[in-house]
């Protein structure tokens, strides 16, 4: 997100917390949210489908809050003036095509034919309609709902389906075939999106998902603050931060803010886009002439991809806190940590949990029921190593991506037997604070150059030019 | 005792200092373009810093000459008493569009080893990608600090045109060193010239300037990987050549023949000549393409019409030997097809050909 964006942003939360404090705070944020989905979305070289994925993204979210809220969420009349304010922002924004060039600055470009939109939102209304003539909700509305969200997701995340995507719409808008490319359908935020509706899918399924309406649970998934780089927030505690009363506000909550706004601003714009200029990339990995420095700009790209992070992070936080609502945290402080699975627990912290919770948990509780089950290295192997590639293909399904992930399942079980077989011999070791102090540091150092290595796969897109990193770095090329 | 932290005040007290240190920054001006990284942590450039396209060339153009200057691997060499040092200054084709460092004039000049009264001749590139006499004056006053015991100035009749001595950014950004040039050594500048760029007071805050300071910033950055690649421009894989198919235009800059001397800045070559004071200097007509394609009989190249080229030749030869300048004419020793993308860029054996053509010059220096 542009720096002038995120100024907007936090600006237009600022004056509407100063000045309007609790009223009217669940429409604020849904309108604004609805209205940002758009605003944010970068222009596709697909003809009108940078307007028709913000479209699909509330298309979905609707489709799915039906499909896991209890009857008396779904009954509340709120719901339909819900619909009927998404859909008229939709409209006006449509509407927009019809105005002279430069009015159109809510979305990426000049948006398409009226027509289709109302096709978008009548094959809504009946399928609405549809779902609503049921009597009965059976749990295969679920299931499929998760198929198609991981469908979906599949589609976007795996080069060869992206492409022939691409290919397909290309063709379908009668434009040329000549330049498809995988990259051109970007679908803004869907990542995170896609794990918010798994992660109501799956509770509604345990019957953990509490009763929201429609604009809350539109306003969960598409919460403009934490849209493009989460973090992944969990429904219930979002839910009580939303419908908690806001006294207005005061000067603690400004200065709070206000400083993790700051000190975002600070990690993304000035040190993260600093570093952004010596880290490692496609180019550079080929040009760098010594072993020396291809450490400083791995380490460049560590504290790139790091800082970037966390500060995108620390600016959903701040301009969040300032609508009353404390989005969990995501990192903390990662590289200090003294081995892979403290990392891990302090990496992307909302994604890591995310992956607990619905991958991980699941996964070991079925291996441990087999009537035979595995060892138990044998299952942390399959486990760790399963979770990691998942995370991994959550970036894209590409070799790079499945060589990280790898790397760190591999790295994450060797820890944990490592740590198995060495912990009462580092205890009767560390007998004194500077022992303490000097596994610590060990640890640390260990550990970050470990994960420093892991996004060399992270950062480049070749196999080959990753192991003619590693080896350089190692002195052997 | 703990008073608690007032965040209106924390506010109003980070603005005001903010203020404040903005209006200092504009009343001081401090020359920030001396503290430099290279030739500390990183490898002096071997060339002046001049980019268009930073991510891929490592590189940057700005317009702070002390920053410039300190991050030259000649403001990080100390003058051995064997050193022969020889600055060379001029256009693009000096500076090496195109070119690897070592492969520049400057670089196959070092690459050859030359020794001479006893001392070996170790040359710096003070080329820069622009085409001025002003400019290359003003570069030689900056680089005589660096002791000098031969400059050679390159130089072609497209630097002449008055229009173009004070148009050139880093000239029209630089107007106090241009002024100095002025008052101490006899370069004409008009008093109203309009191309300088004028600084308010507003755009010497630290707000207002903000680019220079960036741009001094993101040279110091890109020194990591001027070190770790040693690119420091971006190569294209393809380029187009220079053209040899000419149009049949006589005209050059709105002159038409004789070439009329008030029109060319000659007052910058005595200039030049004052600034070297009594160190050595060489002027060289530079080499240049010659087609033999269409129109070739009307113009030499994409640069000149003949007759504008030949009487500019004349011109030169007369006035170098009125004022008892050391002149080479090397305007034909690169035959066409040691040439790049234009009509004075060289390919690395335009180059080397040049540089055995230099030598002999440099030898007869000797002191």
Request: net charge positive.
């Amino acid at each position: 997100m542009a720096l002038d964006r995120i100024l907007i942003l936090a600006a237009t939360s600022l004056l509407w917390a100063a000045f309007l404090r609790d009223r009217g705070k669940a429409w604020f944020l849904l309108i604004t949210s609805v209205l940002v989905i758009f605003w944010l979305q970068p222009t596709l070289p697909i003809r009108g489908f940078d307007f028709w994925t913000p479209i699909a993204t509330l298309v979905i979210v609707i489709l799915t809050w039906y499909i896991t809220a209890d009857n008396e969420a779904r009954s509340k009349r709120k719901n339909i003036i819900v619909l009927a304010i998404v859909s008229g922002l939709v409209l006006l924004l449509n509407l927009t095509r019809f105005l002279p060039t430069g009015f159109q600055f809510l979305t990426a470009s000049r948006p398409p034919q009226l027509e289709t939109t109302l096709l978008i939102f009548l094959g809504t209304g009946l399928t609405l309609f549809a779902l609503s003539r049921l009597t009965h909700f059976s749990a295969s509305f679920l299931t499929l709902g998760l198929i198609l969200t991981i469908g979906l997701f599949l589609l976007i995340k795996i080069p060869a389906l992206s492409y022939w995507l691409s290919y397909s719409l290309r063709a379908i808008a009668g434009q040329s075939l000549t330049s498809v490319s995988a990259n051109d359908f970007r679908w803004l935020g869907f990542s995170y999106v896609a794990f918010r509706l798994i992660h109501t899918i799956r509770d509604r399924q345990s019957g953990r998902f509490p009763s929201v309406d429609l604009g809350e649970y539109l306003t969960y998934v598409i919460f403009f603050p934490a849209f493009t780089a989460g973090p992944i927030d969990r429904l219930e505690r979002f839910i009580k931060d939303l419908r908690a009363p806001l006294a207005g506000l005061n000067l603690e909550t400004f200065y709070a803010a206000g400083q993790r706004l700051l000190l975002g601003l600070f990690k993304k714009f000035v040190i993260a886009d600093t570093l952004a200029l010596i880290a490692l990339n496609d180019t550079n990995a080929t040009q760098v002439t010594s072993t020396f420095w291809m450490w400083i700009i791995v380490y460049a790209y560590a504290f790139q991809i790091y800082f970037d992070f966390s500060g995108y992070t620390d600016i959903a936080l701040g301009i969040a806190l300032l609508l009353g609502i404390k989005l969990p945290e995501n990192f903390a402080s990662p590289y200090l940590k003294p081995n892979l699975t403290q990392f891990w627990n302090n990496w992307h912290m909302t994604l890591t949990q995310w992956f607990r919770a619905y991958f991980f948990n699941p996964i070991t509780r079925w291996l441990r029921s087999w009537q035979k089950p595995l060892s138990i290295p044998m299952m942390i192997l399959l486990t760790q190593v399963a979770t990691m590639l998942l995370i991994g293909f959550w970036h894209s399904v590409t070799w790079n991506f499945t060589l990280w992930g790898l790397w760190h399942g591999l790295g994450l079980f060797v820890h944990n037997r490592w740590n198995d077989m060495t912990k009462a011999k580092a205890a009767a070791w560390t007998t004194t604070p500077t022992k303490q102090t000097i596994l610590y540091i060990s640890g640390v150092l260990l550990t970050f150059h470990f994960v420093a290595i892991g996004w060399i796969f992270f950062a480049l897109s070749s196999p080959t030019v990753s192991w003619q990193v590693i080896l350089k770095l190692f002195g052997v090329q | 005792m703990n008073q608690p932290i007032k965040p209106l005040n924390v506010l109003l007290k980070g603005l005001l200092l903010f203020l404040l240190f903005n209006l200092v920054i504009a009343a001081w001006q401090p020359q920030v373009g001396y503290a430099s990284l290279y030739n500390v942590l990183y490898p002096g450039r071997e060339r002046l810093p001049f980019g268009e396209n930073s991510k891929q060339s490592y590189n940057l153009s700005l317009f702070n000459l002390d920053a410039m200057f300190t991050s030259h691997v000649i403001a990080g060499t100390q003058k051995a008493d064997n050193e022969f040092r020889v600055i060379i200054i001029g256009d693009s084709s000096v500076w090496g569009t195109l070119l690897k460092p070592e492969e520049t004039l400057v670089g196959q000049l070092n690459q050859i080893n030359l020794n001479t009264c006893g001392k070996n001749v170790r040359a710096y590139n003070l080329g820069y990608p622009t085409i001025s006499l002003t400019k290359d004056v003003m570069i030689l006053s900056y680089g005589m600090q660096y002791n000098p015991d031969l400059i050679i100035w390159m130089t072609t009749l497209d630097a002449f045109p008055l229009e173009k001595q004070t148009s050139t950014p880093l000239v029209a950004n630089n107007e106090k060193k241009v002024r100095e040039l002025a008052a101490n050594y006899g370069l004409k500048v008009e008093a109203n010239d309009s191309n300088f760029e004028k600084k308010s007071f507003w755009k010497k805050t630290f707000i207002g300037d903000r680019r220079s300071w960036a741009d001094i910033l993101r040279l110091q950055i890109y020194g990591v990987m001027w070190s770790a690649t040693g690119i420091d421009q971006f190569y294209p894989a393809e380029y187009e050549k220079a053209q040899t198919e000419l149009a049949a235009d006589e005209s050059y800059h709105g002159l038409t023949a004789p070439l009329n001397e008030n029109a060319l800045a000659l007052n910058v070559l005595e200039a030049g000549f004052r600034v070297a004071r009594e160190i050595p200097m060489i002027l060289v007509n530079e080499p240049m393409l010659i087609s033999t394609g269409t129109n070739s009989d009307i113009r030499y190249n994409f640069f000149y019409p003949r007759w504008a080229y030949d009487e500019y030749r004349e011109m030169m030869n007369t006035l170098t030997r009125q004022n008892n300048w050391q002149y080479v004419d090397l305007w034909n020793v690169v035959p066409a097809n040691e040439f790049t993308n234009s009509a004075i860029h060289l390919t690395p054996a335009g180059e080397r050909l040049l540089a055995e053509n230099l030598a002999p010059y440099i030898f007869e220096n000797c002191k």
